[in-house]
C-alpha cells in the first residue's frame, strides 16, 4: 500500500458546487496534516493545516479521521480559480518526514 | 522579494555536464529540502537538510548532491546529467515545528 493516496480525478464541477476529496495515509503515527493546492507547472502553496479532528477556512473545510486514517477536503461554491490540483501532505510530529500525495486534480467549469 | 529562491529557472543541458541548481531564502528557516517532479509521480524528496551541518539522503538520492553552504542556502547537484534527471525541481524551507512547507518557484531542469 503506498504511504499517501489521492484519487487523481481529474475532477469537472460546475462553478457553485461543492466538491470532496479523500486522502488516505497508511503511516499511523502522522500527525500533522497538510492539504497544499497547486497551479500547473507551479509551485505548491500551502492551503491548509489540520492537526486535530479538522479545520475551517471560508469556503475550505478539511476533517481528519484518524481511526480511519483519511482526511478530507470539502470545496464549497466552487470558483475558477479553485481550479488546480491538491496534494495532501501528511506528516510526523516533529515534522521531519512529509510525505507527499500524488495529488487530485479539479477543473471548475464555467 | 521571493521567500525561497532558485536559480535557473529554466535550464537545458547535455548529458554527462556537471550542473548546479541553487536555492537561497529569507525565512530564517534552518530546514531545507530538495524535492523533483515528474508528471504522476508527485513529489519526491532528494535530499533534506535540518541545520547547516546535517545532510540527508531521501528516497531517491542517486546521481545528486547537496552543499549547505550556509543556513539561507542549499544547492543541488547533478555530478553527470543523464536524460532522465529531466524534471522540475523545487527548493523548499520549513521551520522546527513543521508547520509547513514554503516552496520555491522551481527549476525546469531538460537533460538532452
Known amino acids: 500500500r503506498k504511504e499517501v493516496e489521492q484519487d487523481p480525478g481529474p475532477f469537472n464541477v460546475p462553478e457553485g458546487a461543492t466538491v470532496a476529496f479523500n486522502c488516505t495515509y497508511s503511516?499511523?503515527?502522522?500527525?500533522?496534516f497538510f492539504w497544499y493546492r497547486q497551479d500547473c507547472r507551479k509551485e505548491p502553496k500551502l492551503l491548509m493545516s489540520?492537526?486535530?479532528s479538522g479545520n475551517e477556512d471560508g469556503r475550505f473545510t478539511a476533517q481528519l479521521n484518524r481511526a480511519s486514517q483519511y482526511i478530507s477536503l470539502l470545496i464549497r461554491d466552487s470558483k475558477l480559480s479553485d481550479s488546480a490540483t491538491y496534494l495532501c501532505v501528511p506528516s510526523d510530529n516533529y515534522g521531519q518526514n512529509f510525505v507527499f500525495g500524488p495529488g487530485t486534480r479539479l477543473s471548475v467549469l464555467p | 522579494d521571493a521567500d525561497v529562491t532558485q536559480t535557473p529557472r529554466n535550464r537545458i543541458t547535455k548529458t554527462g555536464k556537471r550542473i548546479m541548481l541553487e536555492c537561497s531564502q529569507t525565512?530564517?528557516?534552518?530546514?531545507m529540502y530538495w524535492y523533483r517532479q515528474d508528471p504522476g509521480l508527485g513529489l519526491r524528496l532528494i535530499y533534506y537538510s535540518f541545520d547547516v551541518k546535517d545532510i540527508n539522503k531521501g528516497e531517491i538520492s542517486d546521481g545528486y548532491s547537496v552543499s549547505r553552504q550556509a543556513q539561507a542556502k542549499f544547492s543541488l547537484s547533478l555530478e553527470s546529467a543523464i536524460p532522465n534527471q529531466t524534471a522540475l525541481y523545487f527548493c523548499?524551507?520549513?521551520?522546527?515545528?513543521?508547520?509547513?512547507?514554503?516552496f520555491g518557484s522551481g527549476t525546469r531542469l531538460t537533460v538532452v
Open positions: 525565512k530564517g528557516h534552518d530546514r
Open positions: 523548499a524551507t520549513s521551520d522546527f515545528l513543521g508547520s509547513g512547507y514554503t
Open positions: 489540520v492537526y486535530s
Open positions: 503511516n499511523s503515527a502522522s500527525q500533522s
